[in-house]
C-alpha cells in the first residue's frame, strides 16, 4: 500500500490484529445545547456521527461487551480499542468521565481508549485525566477540524474557528496521547485547492494520525435540506479520488491514515450513493497513486 493504514499501524504496534469497538455514552455537544451554537454541524445527525446505540443498551460497558463478542466472531481478534465515538466526548463533569472512561478501560483484551471530541472542548483537567490512562494503554484524542478555511466552518455552521483548533491541539500536544485531527473531503463551497491548503496546514502540525472522510448527507440533517433545495450537490467520485491522493502526497509517511473514507449507514443516506462501496474507494485511491506514481508524504516537508 502506498499509505501508512490504520491496520499497518496496529500490527506494527499491538503485533496483531486489534479492532476498534464504537461506543455511544449519550453525550451532546456545545454546538447543540447552545454554549457555542444550536443545531450543530449541517452534516451531523441524531446519532452525532455516530452509532446511536444508547436507545437499545445505554450502559457503554455493556455495548463494549457486546462488541468485543462480535469483533471475536466475526475476525477472531484477541485486543480491541475503546472508541467513544458519538458527540463530544469530554463534554461533561470530570468525575462523569472519570466514571464513563472506567466502565470498559478494565475489560479483558481491551488495550487502547479513543476519545472523539472537539478542540473547543478540552482542558487540563481533563487531558491529566486522559494522560493517566495512556500510563496503562495507549490513548488517542480524535478532534475535529474538518477544514482550516473559517469561511466554511461558518458555512457549515461548525461553531469553532481554525485558530479555536490550534489552541486545543496545541494544549493537547503537551500531554503523552496520541493526536488524530478528522479533515472533510466535498465540504459546501470548497474546491481541490481549499483542500490542498488544508492538508498542508495539517502536515506542519505532524498529527500521529489523521481521519478523512468525504462529505455525505444523512436524512435528518441540515445538509439534506440544503440538497433538497439545490443549493449544495455532494462531490463526484473521481474528485474525491484526486483529492484524497492529493491529501496523502501532503502528509508525512509517518502520520497513520486512521480513515480514508466516510462510512455511512445504508439505511440514513441520502446521498452521494457511490460512498457505499469502501473497498471500491480504497482501491480507486490506491490505482490513483500508482497512476501518480507518487505515495503518502510524496510531498511532504518532512
Avoid at 480491541?80 to 458527540?87: N, V
Avoid at 455511512?264 to 457505499?276: E, G, N, Q, T, Y
Wanted: with cysteine; glycine share 8%; hydrophobic share 35%.
Amino acid at each position: 500500500m502506498r499509505y501508512y493504514s490504520f491496520k499497518d499501524f496496529l500490527k506494527d504496534r499491538f503485533g496483531e490484529r486489534v479492532q476498534k469497538i464504537a461506543l455511544d455514552a449519550g453525550m451532546t455537544c456545545p454546538n447543540r445545547d447552545g454554549t457555542r451554537g444550536l443545531g450543530g454541524c449541517t452534516y451531523c445527525d441524531e446519532s452525532g456521527s455516530g452509532i446511536g446505540v444508547t436507545v437499545k443498551i445505554p450502559d457503554v460497558r455493556q455495548q463494549a461487551l457486546r462488541g468485543i463478542k462480535a469483533m471475536q466472531h466475526r475476525y477472531g481478534a484477541k485486543k480491541f480499542i475503546a472508541y467513544f465515538q458519538s458527540f463530544c466526548n469530554t463534554y461533561a463533569p470530570l468525575p462523569d468521565l472519570r466514571a464513563l472512561y472506567d466502565r470498559v478501560v478494565d475489560l479483558p483484551g481491551i488495550v487502547g481508549l479513543s476519545i472523539a471530541t472537539r478542540p473547543d472542548c478540552l482542558s487540563p483537567e481533563i487531558l491529566d485525566l486522559l494522560a493517566e490512562y495512556s500510563e496503562r494503554m495507549m490513548v488517542t484524542l480524535e478532534l475535529g477540524l474538518q477544514s482550516t478555511h473559517d469561511e466554511t466552518l461558518v458555512r457549515i455552521n461548525r461553531g469553532h474557528n481554525f485558530d479555536d483548533f490550534l489552541k486545543g491541539y496545541e494544549l493537547a500536544r503537551r500531554y503523552p496521547l496520541r493526536i488524530c485531527p478528522h479533515i472533510i473531503i466535498g465540504l459546501p463551497g470548497e474546491t481541490a485547492r481549499h483542500m490542498r491548503s488544508t492538508a498542508c496546514e495539517l502536515a506542519s502540525l505532524k498529527p500521529d494520525g489523521v481521519k478523512i472522510h468525504c462529505l455525505y448527507i444523512h436524512r435528518g440533517t441540515a445538509l439534506e435540506q440544503e440538497y433538497l433545495r439545490g443549493d449544495f450537490q455532494p462531490i463526484s467520485h473521481d474528485k474525491f479520488i484526486s483529492q484524497a491522493c492529493d491529501v496523502l502526497e501532503q502528509l508525512s509517511p509517518d502520520t497513520v491514515i486512521e480513515r480514508l473514507t466516510g462510512e455511512p449507514l445504508k439505511s440514513r443516506l441520502v446521498a452521494p450513493d457511490w460512498l457505499i462501496e469502501k473497498q471500491a474507494i480504497l482501491r480507486a485511491i490506491e490505482q490513483e497513486l500508482i497512476r501518480r506514481d507518487t505515495r503518502q508524504g510524496h510531498y511532504s516537508k518532512g
